[in-house]
């Protein structure tokens, strides 16, 4: 049944295409499809080329009969890009000789898969550009630290630049904001506007958060507070002391409290949930998250914390341990954050905007009290 369907499907094809068509395929780097046009295309080392079909009987039919030839031509099989990631799947990973080949199919899911491939090095992006120059392929690509520092990572930041003010969901416009920050690809001056964008939209805030607190506008802070300016020590508690005491600590504190009061949909949330517990995670190491608010005050009470002998020596000892035991029940409670704490509640409700904020205030006050705790000491 097989084959005699795809046999039907190659004699769709009038003789001066598979003609053109296989020797377009012979030089090809990349091959993809427009079927507005009707036409395939061929990136070649030198240049492009064009092949302009010339349908006979139904277009949906013939280019896909196209395509059964284009696989049979890179892959030596008529099932293309499916059958291929199914036996790619029982192998092993793509090597670099297999992913040129999935260039060749004129498949855009192929060059999805290509653009995710750890495998993926620079030359490859710039085929797999010319083959699919989406927001998707360029977030995909832009990942790879060897396509970011290569040729083709300018291309694919400033396109993302570009398109960044049309993208209307979180998801999308955190990982560009964060791909943008981290691949290093942008001047001052543009940063300096995509900062400008989180004063008004909190999914822009969010991928700052996400990209790390070093990425933040900070501004010019010099006093610190005594108390734990004081405290020395080298262990994770008293490093975050020290950390979150400082003029960068400070205002990615009171920017993650400013997102997560501005959340606007599961993604905001989770995001600076997940952002806020690896802050903190040199303290809680590797201990299991909590998926309540029951179960986040558990975590903390049985949470070991240091002790405040330090502080007793002098009149003010009583007052600065206590302050101290205060700011070290606020960090353990921002180690505990992250994506398990809110999953209960997102999976029985898809609650948005201020109505979502409200229904979050029960599981959210404690992290809202640590950050207030250690904001205002």
């Known amino acids: ?170 998801r999308p416009i955190i990982d560009t904001v964060k791909l943008l920050l981290r691949s290093h690809l942008l001047n001052g001056q543009e940063i300096g506007r995509l900062w400008a964008q989180t004063q008004d939209h909190v999914a822009w805030l969010v991928g700052f958060l996400s990209a790390g607190p070093q990425y933040l506008d900070v501004p010019c802070e010099t006093e610190t507070n005594a108390h734990t300016a004081s405290f020395m020590g080298t262990g994770p508690m008293e490093t975050l002391l020290a950390r979150t005491d400082s003029a960068q600590g400070r205002h990615f504190l009171r920017c993650v409290e400013s997102a997560l009061k501005q959340a606007i949909d599961m993604d905001t949330v989770v995001d600076t949930l997940n952002v806020l517990g690896d802050y903190c995670k040199p303290l809680r190491g590797e201990e299991e998250l909590p998926r309540s608010a029951d179960a986040l005050q558990r975590a903390i009470a049985a949470f070991p914390v240091l002790s405040t002998e330090t502080f007793a020596k002098d009149g003010t000892g009583a007052k600065t341990a206590a302050q101290l035991r205060q700011q070290q029940a606020a960090l353990i409670t921002l180690s505990l954050c992250g994506e398990p704490l809110v999953v209960p509640f997102f999976a029985r409700s898809d609650a948005v905007g201020s109505l979502m904020r409200r229904k979050l205030e029960p599981l959210l006050s404690p992290v809202f009290f640590a950050l207030d705790t250690l904001l205002n000491p």
């Not at 003789?15 to 993809?32: G, S």
């Open 1 to 170: 049944m097989g084959g005699y369907q795809y046999r039907t499907y190659l004699m769709l094809l009038v003789e001066e295409d598979t003609l053109r068509i296989n020797v377009l395929a012979a030089a090809a780097l990349a091959i993809r499809i427009d079927e507005d046009a009707m036409c395939v295309e061929a990136l070649t080392a030198a240049t492009t080329h064009r092949v302009d079909l010339k349908p006979a009987g139904n277009p949906v039919r013939y280019l896909r009969a196209v395509r059964e030839s284009l696989s049979v031509l890179a892959l030596g099989t008529p099932g293309g890009y499916p059958v291929f990631i199914r036996r790619w799947t029982r192998s092993g990973a793509l090597e670099t000789d297999r992913l040129t080949r999935l260039l060749c199919l004129g498949e855009p899911e192929a060059v999805v898969a290509v653009a995710a491939s750890p495998n993926l090095d620079d030359e490859l992006a710039r085929r797999a550009w010319w083959c699919l120059p989406t927001a998707e392929v360029a977030r995909l690509m832009l990942a790879h630290p060897a396509v970011a520092n290569g040729s083709t990572g300018p291309t694919l930041g400033h396109f993302l630049l570009d398109h960044l003010p049309f993208e209307t969901a979180s």
